[in-house]
Every structure is written in C-alpha cells, then in structure tokens.
C-alpha cells in the first residue's frame, strides 16, 4: 500500500499483509506520542485492520476522495482504499506544529455504502 500526499509520504511492500503493518509503523512514527500509548492499543487497531483487509481480497490501489485544511497546520485526508471485493476508507488527519507533519489521527471504516445510500434520499435532493 502506498499513500502518497505533498505532505506526507508512507510506503510499505508489496506484500499487503507486510505492508499495511509497515505503513502504519511508519505513519505513527511520525507522530511521538504514539510510541507512549500502550502496545496493545496500536496492535489492535492493525489486527482489526487486517481481519477487514483478510476478508476483502488483494490490495488494489487507493483514490483521494477528500481533502479538508484549517488554516495552515491542519490537513485531513479521506482515502477510498480498493481491495478485490469491498473498499474500505482511510481517514487521516495531520497536523504541523513547527515545520514537519505528523499524524493526528488515523481511522478506517466501511461505511461509504451506507453514507451514499443515506445521501441519495429524497430529504438531501433538492
């Protein structure tokens, strides 16, 4: 997996299952803080990040579908990542206290189906 940004670059192997646990440690690292969390808390985030990509099929690619700033020192990133049978979604938020950016915050979900099905009904259109 590769996530490529003009503000911050992550890239792992080409074996998916050693690459997102790369990408994450390297991703993290960005971020000191996260190496004071305890262990447990990361790995569980990579183990269920895992069981959704083991369940998904092979890793094929990943689109930008948003991108949010406040101010200067601010970015969030919403990335539909494709696998064979089900997308999921990244979100990442980094931040830049002096001259580096770091992550903020990192989620993933699957609910992009449910969020376009909601947005398509009759209530939103206008």
Not at 21 to 42: D, G, K
Request: charge should be negative.
């Amino acid at each position: 997996m590769d996530i490529l940004t003009p503000e911050i670059n992550v890239s792992a192997k080409k074996d998916e299952k050693e690459g997102t646990e790369e990408a994450l440690n390297e991703i993290f690292a960005t971020n000191e803080y996260f190496a004071m969390l305890p262990v447990h808390s990361i790995c569980g985030l990579k183990d269920k990040l895992r069981s959704y990509e083991d369940s998904f099929g092979k890793y094929c690619g990943y689109e930008i579908i948003g991108k949010r700033v406040i101010g200067k020192s601010m970015i969030h990133y919403s990335c539909i990542v494709n696998f064979e049978l089900q997308p999921l979604r990244y979100s990442f938020t980094l931040y830049k206290p002096k001259n580096r950016w770091m992550l903020y915050n990192f989620k993933f979900d699957s609910d992009l189906v449910d969020e376009l099905n909601e947005s398509a009904k009759f209530y939103y259109i206008q």
